[in-house]
């Protein structure tokens, strides 16, 4: 089945610096997603890509939708303490294939 | 608007038992999908409903099941209860399936 590599696992840095994680698939997706999850929450949804090269901002947030369709990255400049929280990349194949598939997320610690 | 509800949020049953558990889309929203969240495992589709019709299942055994109503409200269901299906459950709704999916809170079950 599909798999979605996400890295880093975890990442620790000050405030103020900036962040970048990717995902990577074995398989084409049609729409690439970010979400942020927080304890006791569910995922929330920062940025949805659906073309391949898109590069789509939200905020602080700039996400890249692949061109190969196969991987996605997520930027986060100037980082602040909200920002923590666990970080997931997931992908849907189009069609009549509804299913998000996600990676294993990116847990983001701001060291104020 | 109000956003996606599930209920409950906290569940505990014993082995063997069954459990429903439920959610209210956002309004206006035909697709709802449901999601088991473990950390081991992560993130893992269970099944998508539109207009009362399972359109995609996860890789889950026969256990698991769901349905939806005429209102787009929809419950899952777990039968034969097992210390593994301890997890957070979320249900996500959009309006057609396609894009972002907008996630409830989740419900809790612990299986003792």
């Known amino acids: 089945g599909q798999q979605l590599n996400q890295s880093p696992q975890s990442m620790f840095i000050q405030e103020g610096e900036d962040v970048s994680m990717n995902c990577t698939s074995s398989?084409?997706?049609?729409?690439w997603l970010w979400y942020k999850q927080e304890p006791g929450e569910g995922p929330v949804l920062l940025i949805a890509?659906?073309?391949?090269?898109e590069l789509t901002s939200n905020g602080r947030l700039t996400a890249q939708f692949g061109i190969t369709r196969k991987d996605s990255f997520l930027n986060i400049s100037a980082s602040i303490p909200s920002d923590v929280g666990i970080y997931f990349c997931?992908?849907?194949?189009?069609?009549?294939?509804?299913?998000?598939?996600f990676g294993k997320g990116t847990l983001l610690t701001v060291n104020p | 608007k109000a956003g996606v509800t599930q209920t409950p949020r906290y569940l505990i049953k014993t082995r063997g038992q069954q459990v429903t558990l439920s959610c209210s889309p956002i309004?206006?929203?035909?697709?709802v999908s449901w999601y088991q969240q473990t950390p081991g495992q992560g993130l893992q589709f269970l099944f998508e409903?539109?207009?009362?019709?399972?359109?995609n299942k996860g890789n889950f055994p026969g256990r698991f099941s769901g349905r939806q109503f005429s209102n787009s409200r929809s419950e899952m269901n777990v039968s034969t209860l097992e210390l593994g299906d301890s997890a957070l459950y979320l249900c996500?709704?959009?309006?057609?399936?396609?894009?972002?999916?907008?996630f409830g809170s989740g419900t809790r079950l612990t299986v003792v």
């Open positions: 996500a709704s959009s309006l057609d399936g396609g894009g972002g999916y907008t």
């Open positions: 398989s084409i997706f049609n729409t």
């Open positions: 890509l659906y073309k391949a090269g």
């Open positions: 997931a992908g849907q194949p189009g069609g009549s294939n509804y299913k998000l598939t």
């Open positions: 309004s206006g929203h035909r697709s």
């Open positions: 409903y539109f207009s009362e019709t399972q359109r």
